[in-house]
């Protein structure tokens, strides 16, 4: 593990950079398993809990390495188990605390788990931020999908009839074969054409290409070895 603490001032805003060598989990409050958490540890060594996410990791046996947030729901009993030093507040009010932990920490791979499900108005908001923080590297791990903002060139080697979706947060063209409705040529917008409840075609195998940023790519959980295939094809 490789921790480093840059703040640099901006506009009376003191922002976080926390680089990671490994990658990272974070963990929020939303719908979420043990089970998940425990996936995506095997996987993203390093714990970050957003907030009061840090009583979950507590009460299923795991210590944060940070916790990041505004610190609103972040109680008294566990934050007296927690070492000062790893509580690090960003004092505004408007992001969320998905927000302010993503763009506080760099590492090779971030896998959010607790984001997904649940609230509708939270789930939007953190593929807002995936959008916005399209240079941090993020899979949203949930209980029934897992999600994450496509690079502009995606491959992806997937059992036939996978339910894979497209949904477009920007005017986007896409280009490329391996899906069972067709999709290449199309323009999508997420006030037009969008790409959901398609599947993977017999060959298996996804190839698209994407002519902006801003396409959420959307597979189911169930799909076996679904998370590291997705990690394989962004890193």
Known sequence: MCLVSIMDTIGGV?????????????LGSGECSAESL??????????????GAAARALAWGHMPNLVIGDMDSLDNTTKAALAPDIIHPVLEQDSTDFDKALRSVTAPLIVGVGFLGARQDHTLACLNALVRHADRRCILLGESD???HAPAQLALDLPAGTRLSLFPMADILVRGAGLKYPVDGLRMRPWGQ????????????????????????LIERNVPDGLPLVMNALL
């Open 14 to 26: 003191r922002p976080m950079n926390f680089p990671f060598r490994n990658n990272v989990t974070l």
């Open 194 to 217: 969008i790409g959901t409840s398609n599947a993977v075609d017999h060959t298996g195998q996804v190839r698209l290409e994407f002519d902006a940023p801003g396409m959420l790519v």
């Open 146 to 148: 897992i999600c994450f």
């Open 38 to 51: 425990d996936e995506a540890l095997t996987r993203a060594p390093i714990l970050v809990a957003a907030d």
